[in-house]
Every structure is written in structure tokens, then in C-alpha cells.
Nanobody
């Protein structure tokens, strides 16, 4: 069992930055790919970024490439999402998830955090 807790959401102006954190309980954090997903208002949850167990590679949705960076610190059981040059279309509830596979498919993520609201105002 893995419990995930997100923090760092909030309200930011267009062009601003935020960093989300997701801290996991348990001793198996490094066994999982960690991913970030988001659910924009009125839409389905969508993939944002994922990072392999040891952090040696990551994957991003095209719309955030060059602006968002996913990273992890296995010693702290924490994954981060640094979000720069934020746009109104980045407004969403952001969720971190843990998966045994390195994948963009949300159905493979077995554990989820409670979500963190990010609002980008113009």
C-alpha cells in the first residue's frame, strides 16, 4: 500500500511558476514509476509527465514540454513537478500517481494522491 500526498498548488498569474510536490508513505517508493496527471474543468484526467523508478528518464505530454520538469528524490520519497511559463489552459486539479510500469496510461496507476488545484489567471 502506498499513500500519496500532494502539496504546492495555488493561484498564479500567466507566465508564473509553481512547484508541486508529492510525498509517498512506505518503503517501496523507488519501485514505482511516478506520474503527474491533471483534470481540467469539465474534462477527463490526462497525462502530464512521468519519471522512471531511478529517475534516469522521463516523458511529457507535448503541451508542457520545455515548460514543466518532473523530478524525484527517492531518499525523500518525493516526486516534484516544476511548472514554468504557466498558461490559463494549465488550470486543473493535478494528481500524482504510482505505477509499476513506465507508461502514460492512467489505468496502470495503482495509487493516487488527493489532488492539488492549480489556477492560472490571465
Amino acid at each position: 500500500q502506498v499513500q500519496l500526498v500532494e502539496s504546492g498548488g495555488g493561484l498564479v498569474q500567466v507566465g508564473g511558476s509553481l512547484r508541486l510536490s508529492c510525498t509517498a508513505s512506505g518503503r517501496t517508493f523507488s519501485s514505482y514509476t511516478m506520474g503527474w496527471f491533471r483534470r481540467p474543468p469539465g474534462k477527463e484526467r490526462e497525462f502530464v509527465a512521468a519519471i522512471r523508478r531511478s529517475g534516469e528518464s522521463s516523458n511529457y505530454v507535448d503541451s508542457v514540454k520545455g515548460r514543466f520538469t518532473i523530478s524525484r528524490d527517492n531518499a525523500k520519497n518525493t516526486v516534484y513537478l516544476q511548472m514554468n511559463t504557466l498558461k490559463p489552459e494549465d488550470t486543473a486539479v493535478y494528481y500524482c500517481g504510482a505505477s509499476p510500469l513506465f507508461t502514460t496510461n492512467r489505468n496502470t496507476y495503482a495509487y493516487w494522491g488527493q489532488g492539488a488545484q492549480v489556477t492560472v489567471s490571465s
